[in-house]
């Protein structure tokens, strides 16, 4: 196991309310992914960060921002909550080599009613 | 966009066959990796295959990375109840992401 833990790990909120979901390693990996899973689609990217401060758009950003602050939080924050972005959420870290291994949290499952 | 896709879907044996899943795309990938995923967890990484040919075997678990490095394959020897799990495929696009198929379900029964 990587260290990484995912808070909360169960969340059920309504639409058009801000969801900030919180991922912590105790690793020291410079890389931090966000994915969303669904039935039928697998894994997909939302934002990925590459260092402190440094983030990207993934293959599914609409609707989302992170933040990094710190090398070991990496946060995920859904502005106005729709029904569409009830999903189980994952993080993930590597170490960033192009062959590396990516560590996944315990997942968040987020319900929007 | 790069699409990984995985066959079977869903796969239900009985304890001791055989079985072959497979992972394709038309897009070539730098490496790819075999994830099992089990209920309320995230995925655990099984193998990275990096050369095109390569083939890997841990235990009774063959994994074959096709030569042009676009697809993969997963076979599972005398299949056990405790490989029961949802098995997905990442394509890894040259450092810049990681690329996921939908996955396999299998469910081995007793």
């Known amino acids: 196991d990587a260290g990484i833990t995912q808070s909360p790990r169960h969340k059920v909120t309504e639409t058009g309310t801000p969801v900030t979901l919180r991922c912590h390693q105790t690793?020291?990996?410079?890389?931090m992914y966000w994915y969303r899973q669904d039935p039928g689609h697998g894994l997909r990217l939302i934002h990925y960060?590459?260092?402190?401060?440094?983030?990207d758009k993934g293959e599914v950003s609409d609707g989302y921002s992170v933040s990094r602050s710190k090398t070991e939080d990496f946060l995920l924050t859904l502005e106005s909550a729709t029904s569409s972005q009830t999903s189980v959420y994952f993080c993930?870290?590597?170490?960033?080599?192009?062959?590396?291994?990516?560590?996944f949290g315990p997942g968040t499952r987020l319900t929007v009613l | 966009t790069q699409l990984l896709e995985q066959s079977p879907q869903f796969l239900s044996i009985q304890e001791g066959e055989n079985l072959t899943v497979y992972c394709n795309s038309s897009?070539?990938?730098?490496?790819l990796q075999w994830y099992r995923q089990e209920p309320g967890e995230g995925p655990v990484l099984l193998v990275t295959v990096v050369t095109g040919g390569e083939v890997k075997k841990l235990k009774r678990l063959t994994f074959q990375f096709g030569d042009a490095r676009k697809d993969s394959s997963l076979h599972i020897t005398a299949a056990q109840p405790g490989d029961t799990g949802l098995y997905l495929c990442?394509?890894?696009?040259?450092?810049?992401?990681?690329?996921f198929g939908p996955g396999t379900r299998l469910s081995v029964l007793p």
């Open positions: 897009s070539v990938f730098s490496s």
């Open positions: 690793e020291n990996h410079r890389y």
């Open positions: 990442a394509g890894d696009n040259y450092g810049q992401n990681f690329v």
């Open positions: 960060s590459y260092g402190v401060k440094d983030t």
């Open positions: 993930a870290t590597s170490t960033g080599t192009d062959t590396d291994t990516q560590y």
